[in-house]
């Protein structure tokens, strides 16, 4: 099926089309204020989310700040910097840029670490550019989208067996600090099977970022990735524009009719960075501290990810979410939960007791897992899941030797499987030799 536009749009939209409007002329405007990291100039002429440059000149060596027009309130525009403001004085030129700035793509990333805006971190020298493109990517019909029904096999057992994931599906990692999120997202890039893997490092402290790639992505998984990263101390637009470009990234590689993996950690730094932003131009804040624009901004970026247009590529996601405390209220957490196609939960519990990955197979769902397996493997999937959670709350009976065994058969089966389940559950860090097929047929043999 088709939409269509009604012939009424269509004659507007070729009416709007034929007039000409007059050139917008370029007005520059002067720095008056600067409250927190808003900046706010009087007398520019420049449209919502174009980018500016805040020049000083009164020095012997100018300095130069690029902005993005976030506001305005009569003849008053308000503006983000992208990076730092030092050397920034009152009264300092803000002059609009012509386009709303381009990107570098190309194959030439594959294996690098860049920036926000596409410079180079890794001391390699400069990426070398294929194509230019602009920010916001063509949005996708929902209607013309390829459904989501081919698993992806993603070189973790349990994943594979019990939570299958669906190519085209976008997933969260839902955890608190410490319990292997990072580690598990490294697993998984060395061992899916995708023709390309981006990563970004949203908002996470500086000394994680060199240490996922050289110990946790290692220089096998860094050969097939392209990795952005914006730390902590970054300005939280720039912050903002890093999941943009890896976004962005991942649609370029996706419209060349790959498959994409995306992997971001994290995506409740990315909401934070839009939370900083919307509260120093004076938006109110809603829930627990957020905005609005910040559950706004959340879907706008993750529908982003999905399946093309029949026969076209694909992007497969994985957000890291942080539930601290492992609070699973957090407004974060809750909106990111329904806008994704499932959650896997980290454990504390699992992790403190050794059993990595810490994936809690209770509390996680893959809302697409029915449309990409057998029968058989969903029923032996559920069956596992059923035993599992059965075995897990008996077990302070059982620990205490409270429980008598013949009291009930389906706790019995639990005990007698507990090892084997146990056993399939867990996996080493380098253990790369697991594949699908094979993970659904160890899953059936759990029951032999
Ligand atoms: N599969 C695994 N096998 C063995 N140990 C693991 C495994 N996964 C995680 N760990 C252990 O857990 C620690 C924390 O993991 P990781 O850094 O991935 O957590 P995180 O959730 O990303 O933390 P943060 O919130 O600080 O980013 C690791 O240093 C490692 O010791
Ligand atoms: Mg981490």
Redesign the pocket.
Known sequence: MRLERTSFARRLAGYQHAVKLPARPVVEGRLLRMVGLTLEAEGLSAALGSRCLVINEDRHSPVRVEAEVMGFAGTRTFLMPVGSLAGIAPGARVVPLADSGRLPMGMGMLGRVLDGAGNALDGKGRMRAEDWVPMEAPAINPLRRHPIDEPLDVGIRSINGLLTVGRGQRLGLF?????????????MTRFTQADIIVVGLIG??GR?VK??IEQ?LGEEGLKRSVVVASPADEAPLMRLRAAQYCTRIAEYFRDKGKNVLLLM??LTRFAQAQREIALAIGEPPATKGYPPSVFAKLPALVERAGNAEQGGGSITAFY?V?SEGDDQQDPIADAARGVLDGHFV?SRRL?EE?H???IDIEASISRVMPHVVSADHLRDAQRFKRLWSRYQQSRDLISVGAYVPGGDPETDLAIAKQQQMSHYL????DDSEEQLEQNSAQLAAVFR
């Open positions: 955890a608190g600090t410490g319990v292997g999120k990072s580690v598990l997202l490294g697993m996470e402290r994680e240490e996922f946790i950690d994290s890291t942080l980290l992790a050794g990595y990955p810490a867990r996996q080493g860090l």
